[in-house]
């Protein structure tokens, strides 16, 4: 993978809505929310924005969603463009906002995703969105929901390497201990092992503690060249490495189920960084449910096959632990609306690079890793972040 992009772009404006249950708030309302944070982060107004990528929302859907976000905005950007490939859009976003950036089809690039899942969706909807994403013919007709699919992966993962339901577990009550130290978190009361295995089973063998909560918000960053990085007001992230994988689109058609494309689209990213795997800091990975932690873990070079429920059981993901992950509470404690889930996981890596992330700081944080994923373990995207620009 050639290194040429590598250092070509940075980060200069990140921020967040607020999260939870915000019936308050529309999807579109939150989009911009979103979008005028990550401006004011980065000192600048919104005529300076030449290029703009969104993510359609469930609740509000646009037929032209990246185009009436800068309606809404009274801007014209002439990069503007919406994106889709599930949980890993938005890191793809980065990625191909990058590429824009460095063939000079634009200078500054608004990312931005927002949802609103929790209060925008009746029940009845939300059903049948967790419904319709399987496929239509092997899939749909035998109803099985997003949850069920991803209980024919930790099913698999654990018989294939003995991992227990206690080790799945632990990715909660690790994912609840970072988010204890984040203010800003949908869930921070403390959480056990205990308390994991006694909640509702949802999918054997996923309890309703091993799935991620489903909430309203949005996030956005601000991306620009590298050269024009300083002139922000902000301390630049700079964008070293990013790699895509796809494996499958539908959860029948997988030819492994414990296994996953995040193992090609992590060894692009390093390779295109220059870096491996024991030289991150910090993860932020996509945590939906919990055995995808796991395999994503073992998938991106953090542990060998089969060690990756003994590595969290050991508390080495927990704050404190060897390899940190997830610092902002994820998908299990921070928030879920769905598409912007990775969009927090990218702006919690931001504020550990730039030092800012308060009292669940990193002492340590000069290189991060940060993993979305979208479908049932289809489609991945990795980025590699560094507090200095490396050559």
Not at 368 to 377: Q, R, T, Y
Request: glycine share 10%; with cysteine; proline share 4%.
């Amino acid at each position: 993978m050639t290194r040429a992009l590598s250092g070509r772009a940075a980060i200069v404006g990140a921020a967040d809505t607020a999260v939870g249950v915000l019936p308050q708030r529309s999807a579109t309302a939150l989009t911009i929310d979103a979008i005028l944070r990550a401006l004011a982060d980065a000192g600048i107004g919104k005529d300076a924005v030449d290029g703009l990528v969104t993510c359609n929302s469930f609740a509000e859907p646009r037929l032209y969603h990246a185009e009436t976000i800068a309606e809404y905005l009274q801007i014209s950007p002439r990069y503007c463009t919406t994106l889709a490939s599930g949980g890993s859009t938005i890191l793809a976003a980065v990625y191909q906002a990058a590429m824009a950036i460095a063939a000079g089809a634009c200078h500054t690039v608004v990312i931005a995703s927002a949802d609103s899942l929790r209060s925008g969706l009746s029940r009845t909807a939300a059903m049948a969105l967790q419904a319709s994403t399987g496929h239509p013919q092997f899939e749909i007709p035998y109803g099985a929901p997003v949850a069920a699919h991803y209980a024919l992966i930790a099913r698999a993962y654990m018989h294939e390497f003995g991992v227990t339901s206690e080790q799945l577990a632990a990715v909660a009550v690790s994912a609840r201990g970072h988010a204890e130290r984040n203010p800003a978190a949908q869930m921070r009361a403390p959480l056990s092992i205990g308390e994991v295995l006694a909640s509702s089973m949802i999918a054997d063998p996923l309890h309703l503690l091993d799935c991620s909560l489903v909430s309203d918000g949005g996030a956005a960053i601000v991306l620009t060249a590298s050269e024009r990085a300083q002139d922000f007001a902000q301390r630049p992230v700079y964008l070293l490495g990013a790699g895509v994988g796809h494996g499958h689109e539908h959860i029948s058609q997988a030819h492994d189920l414990t296994t996953s494309a995040a193992v090609e689209s992590g060894r692009r990213a390093y390779a295109m960084a220059g870096v491996a795997a024991h030289q991150m800091d910090f993860a932020e990975l996509y945590d939906c449910f919990t055995p995808v932690v796991l395999i994503e873990l073992e998938d991106l070079g953090f542990c060998t096959k089969g060690e990756a429920g003994a590595f969290v059981a050991a508390g080495h993901t927990a704050p404190g632990g060897r390899l940190p992950v997830n610092t902002h509470g994820g998908l299990l404690s921070h928030c879920h609306p769905g598409h912007p889930g990775s969009m927090f996981a990218l702006t919690e890596a931001v504020h550990q690079l730039r030092g800012s992330a308060a009292q669940r700081q990193l002492a340590r944080a000069n290189l991060g890793l940060v993993h979305g994923l979208g479908g049932v373990m289809s489609s991945h995207c990795t980025l590699i972040l560094g507090r200095e620009q490396r050559s």
